[in-house]
């Protein structure tokens, strides 16, 4: 018996990285996936990937910062599948590297307006149609940065602090409605994501990061699906509220 088996699955950030070896997962787990995305020229390379695993996958175009655009990106997903069961609100960018002094408005309010308000806008929509359902399962992509500081990046920290305090609070709002909301906190990953941020380009600055990991490599993208997958799943039955570490030790030093 497939874990997902015809739940409806939607996936922001779906194109790429986590978000996209995500989809892949569920949809091996059965279920039907809907990814929401920025335009992008990968749309029709990565969608026949997923088709290939499950014909059902719609593409939603959506900017997840954008209040409007989120709301009818979730309203495409139940007027196509007829429930929202699974969400994994995921999309997010890393952002311009400062000290907070030097940290121009602009940089700050893009990242907090993606990592942060993205989340909310996805999740409000989501948690609505779930109350309706009477069930419904929400993950939050947070990171190991939602738990410690890190030089540099003030503004994608104070998101994923964030995005964890959403998820306690709308896991105990929902507990006893049969909606669970939980996160997950990646260590560095290697994706597109840290690709943008120059961070594997630079063989030093990459080592730097390495070591700041006990197993001493970066994670993949899959190790992460595998979590997505129990969270989603029935197996994690009795887990509401939980940010659950997936980082080959990095908060553990
Ligand atoms: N890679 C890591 O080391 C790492 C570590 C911890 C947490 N994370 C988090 O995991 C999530 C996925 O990261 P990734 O490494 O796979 O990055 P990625 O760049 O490979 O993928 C991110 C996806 O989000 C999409 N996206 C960006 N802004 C968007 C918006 N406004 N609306 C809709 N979609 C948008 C991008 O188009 C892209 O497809 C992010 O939230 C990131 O913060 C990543």
Redesign the pocket.
């Known amino acids: 018996m497939k874990k997902l088996e015809n739940k409806t699955v939607f996936i922001?950030?779906?194109?790429?990285?986590?978000?996209?070896a995500c989809a892949m997962a569920a949809a091996k787990e059965g279920a039907n996936i809907a990814v929401?995305?920025?335009k992008?020229n990968?749309v029709d390379s990565v969608m026949q990937e997923i088709r290939k695993i499950n014909s059902s996958a719609i593409y939603i175009e959506?900017?997840?910062?954008i209040y409007a655009q989120a709301k009818i990106a979730i309203a495409k997903v139940v007027s196509t599948f007829k429930s929202l069961d699974i969400a994994l609100n995921?999309?997010?960018?890393?952002g311009e590297a400062n000290k907070v002094g030097d940290m121009s408005e602009e940089a700050w309010n893009k990242v907090i307006?993606?990592?942060l308000n993205?989340v909310f806008n996805c999740m409000k929509h989501e948690l609505m149609q779930m109350s309706k359902q009477g069930s419904g399962v929400i993950v939050n992509?947070?990171?190991?940065?939602g738990k410690v500081g890190f030089a540099s990046s003030a503004h994608?920290v104070a998101a994923?602090h964030g995005v964890i305090g959403l998820t306690q609070t709308a896991a105990i709002e929902y507990a006893t409605e049969g909606i669970r909301v939980n996160a997950i906190?990646?260590?560095?990953?290697?994706?597109?994501?840290?690709a943008?941020g120059g961070i594997t380009e630079n063989t030093e600055i990459k080592q730097h990061i390495i070591n700041m990991h006990p197993m001493k490599r970066?994670?993949t993208?899959e190790e992460?699906a595998n979590g997505f997958v129990f969270l989603a799943s029935n197996e994690s039955s009795f887990m509401t509220g939980t940010c659950i570490e997936i980082d080959g030790g990095y908060l553990a030093v």
């Open positions: 922001t950030g779906g194109l790429s990285g986590i978000g996209k929401a995305d920025l992008s990968e959506c900017d997840v910062s995921n999309a997010g960018i890393g307006h993606i990592n993205g992509m947070s990171s190991i940065l994608y994923k906190s990646p260590g560095f990953i290697d994706t597109p994501l840290l943008k970066l994670g993208s992460i």
